[in-house]
């Protein structure tokens, strides 16, 4: 059984550079295997906003696609096709190898572009998952979420070996996390502020992030490696 275990595109990064500036945390909005990088500064300053993509030329779901396919889940939909299962097996493996990479390519371009050490990332949480490839394909609900789950835990071990804290989120409580961390009843019009001084695109996704963020900042974070 293959046990569990990430090239980059980035869009053209919006850095922000005014002021002065510690160590700063960057939050994760993931979304397929792109994520999108928020990055404050230890005042809540916006640092630089860009998406990364993990991989390139690989199918982006290859739990919940070819995994199912594999298993004779979905094989009535208009683009399944026939595969066994050691190659989906095999096709997972590649993919997860391949995040890694683009994990690793994307985080290092970050840090060389920002103006100040990074010290923490926040990362939605992962949920509990069985331990093996073969396990996660059979079992529908862990197919579900597996791949979404493989490209966090690459930005996570990405992160750890750059010496950066990783800090879990939960989407439901963010938002009133990162209001607290602020000091405020409401982070919407933070949020909404950061947006209009970087322009746009500034869509849910980056909120989250923001927020991410934000929230992150308020946990203590470890000392950062020099990059």
């Not at 979304?31 to 916006?46: D, F, I, K, P, W």
């Not at 529908?140 to 966090?152: G, H, I, L, P, T």
């Amino acid at each position: 059984m293959a046990h569990l275990g990430p090239a980059v595109v980035a869009s053209a990064p919006d850095v922000a550079t005014e002021g002065t500036h510690t160590a700063a945390t960057v939050g994760v909005a993931e979304h397929g295997n792109s994520a999108e990088l928020v990055t404050l500064a230890s005042g809540g300053e916006l640092l630089d906003r860009r998406r990364i993509d993990l991989t390139q030329g690989l199918p982006t779901h290859p739990y919940h696609h070819e995994g199912s396919w594999a298993v004779g889940r979905y094989l009535s939909g208009p683009w399944a096709r026939a595969i066994s299962l050691t190659d989906a097996v095999a096709l997972v493996e590649r993919v997860r190898a391949a995040a890694a990479r683009g994990a690793r390519d994307g985080l290092e371009a970050l840090a060389a572009t920002v103006p100040v050490p990074i010290a923490s990332i926040a990362i939605r949480v992962c949920p509990k998952l069985p331990p093996t490839t073969e396990e996660r394909i059979a079992d529908n609900r862990a197919a579900n979420v597996a791949d979404s789950v493989m490209y966090r835990e690459a930005l996570a071990a990405a992160a750890e070996a750059r010496g950066w804290a990783v800090r879990w989120y939960d989407r439901a409580r963010v938002f009133r996390e990162a209001a607290l961390a602020a000091g405020r009843e409401d982070i919407n019009g933070l949020l909404m502020a950061m947006g209009r001084s970087i322009g746009p695109p500034w869509q849910a996704r980056h909120k989250l992030a923001a927020a991410a963020a934000l929230a992150a900042r308020a946990q203590t974070v470890r000392r950062p490696r020099a990059h």
